[in-house]
Each structure stands twice: as C-alpha cells, then as structure tokens.
C-alpha cells in the first residue's frame, strides 16, 4: 500500500495564548490519559523489564516514516472521536475519514472513472436530506474508495487521482446514482512499528471493504462517512474497529448489478 498523508501540524491546538479553558481541558485530559495507564500497568504488574521494552518500542516511532504517528493514533482513537461526535448530532451516521481523501477531484454525474480492468461495477444511490427530510440542494457529495486490488488514486503512482474518486451536486430532488466497481478489503501499512505492535497483539492489519463519502453543504455541518457491506471478510474484525451496525449494508442487485443504497442526513451547523 502507499503511505497515506502526514498528520496537518498546523490543526494542533496550541494554548501560548493564554486561553485558560484551553489550559484546563489539557490538564484535565492529560491527567486522566496518565490515571489510566498507570492504573493499567499496576494492575498487570508490569515489570521494570516490560517497562523499559515498551519505551525501546515507542523509540522505534521516531526513526520511523512520519505518517506512522497518525496512523497509530487512527488505529487506536479516530473511532472513538466520530462516536463523540455523534453525540452531538442528529443525522445519519458519521466515521472516519482514514487518510486517502484529496480535496481536488472531477465532477461527475452519473459515473465515477476506473481503470476498468477488474471489479464488479456497483450502483450507489440515495438521497441528501437535511433533518426534516427536505433535499439539500446544491450539497457537495465526496466519493472515495479503492480499486479492485485495494490500491487508492492519488497515492499509488500508476492510478491518477481522478479515478475511483467523484464530487456529484446534489440537484432539487436531494437524489443521486452513481456507477463504479465494488472495492475490495486491503491491509492498512504495517511494515513499521504499529504494524508490528499488531503482530504482538496477535491481530490483523486488513480493513474491510467499503467507500467514503463526504457531504459539505452552506449551513450544515460536515458529514464524512463510510459504508460497509453485509457478510463480507474483516467487516467484524476491522483492525481500526471503525465498523457500526448503522454503516453495514446488504448490497441488492439489479439487473445483475450490485446496488448499494446509502442516504445521508445532514445536521444543521
């Protein structure tokens, strides 16, 4: 897999201007990130031995790529902070973004391009509401997903970014369909060392297959999302453990054609 993008440094709260909620939120936070894990290693009876192992492993972070810090803190915590989130919203489902989203992308209609040497060609349709039910017309819908060999445009050299990637204007009716191929599962990189702690964990690097959306729309909060389908490997297993029974989908078919039907409900900003 090629690597995904480095962590934004610039999106790092920085408290140097004196903002003393700011100041306490650290603390208290902190605090109790360091409660936890001493509670943790009391509790284990971790041995100075252990200790020090631990330290020479989180050392292997710093001589490694910089995309292995985010990527290790996407494994353990990107889940949890969409589910946070959600507790402030009313609409459909939020998760994830994962780090293949690219802002520049071809606006399509009714296709998104591939390569068109692999994958079974699927169907995506539903609508974009806001929470009363009515169409959000002129709604941005961001589409993502990898190839039939689990590979993303834009990071991998041999794709161009424009394929298996698509912006659709939602129009007055709030409806949209569009046609690309079924993605595939892939292993997230585990070359470094966060592939290696899940090596010693006894767990997988694969993440299921599924597809990205993003809805930007004036007056509305942001909505990124995936979908997941019913049934198919790694979707109970997913080493990021972002799967939620409301984003796994029974694919239907139509006229030999996998269909799947995703709405999204957007909440107000």
């Known amino acids: 897999m090629n690597r995904p993008r480095p962590v934004d440094s610039a999106f790092v709260p920085s408290t140097t ?3 003393k909620n700011m100041a306490n939120r650290a603390e208290t936070v902190i605090s109790e990130i360091v409660k936890a894990v001493r509670e943790v290693l009391k509790r284990h009876d971790v041995t100075f031995e252990e200790y020090r192992a631990g330290v020479g492993f989180l050392m292997q972070y710093a001589k490694a790529p910089e995309y292995e810090i985010p990527l290790v803190c996407d494994l353990w915590f990107n889940a949890t902070i969409t589910d946070n989130e959600m ?14 989203f690219l802002e520049s992308i071809p606006t399509i209609t009714d296709r998104i391009k591939t390569r068109g040497d692999g994958g079974e060609e699927l169907i995506i ?10 169409p959000v017309e002129g709604a941005e819908l961001y589409i993502w997903h990898s190839d039939h ?3 993303y445009s834009g990071f991998n050299p041999e794709i161009s970014p424009d394929f298996y990637r698509g912006k659709k204007i939602i129009d007055s009716t709030g409806a949209f369909s569009i046609r690309t191929v079924v993605p595939v599962p892939y292993m997230i990189p585990h070359q ?6 899940l090596e010693l964990m006894g767990r997988h690097p694969w993440r299921p297959a599924h597809v990205h959306f993003k809805v930007r729309a004036p ?4 909505h990124t999302t995936q979908a997941y389908f019913a049934g198919e490997k790694w979707v109970d297993s997913d080493c990021v453990e972002a799967v939620r029974p409301a984003l796994v989908h ?5 006229g030999g054609v996998k269909v799947l039907k995703k709405d999204f409900v957007l909440d107000p900003a």
């Open 125 to 134: 349709e539903g609508k974009v509401v806001d929470l009363a039910g009515k």
């Open 87 to 100: 507790n402030h919203r009313k609409g459909s489902v939020t998760n994830v973004e994962g780090p293949y």
């Open 219 to 222: 007056g509305f909060l942001e």
């Open 17 to 19: 201007t004196g903002d």
């Open 192 to 197: 470094g060392p966060s592939g290696k702690m």
């Open 149 to 151: 060999e689990g590979e």
């Open 250 to 254: 029974k694919l239907q078919e139509r």
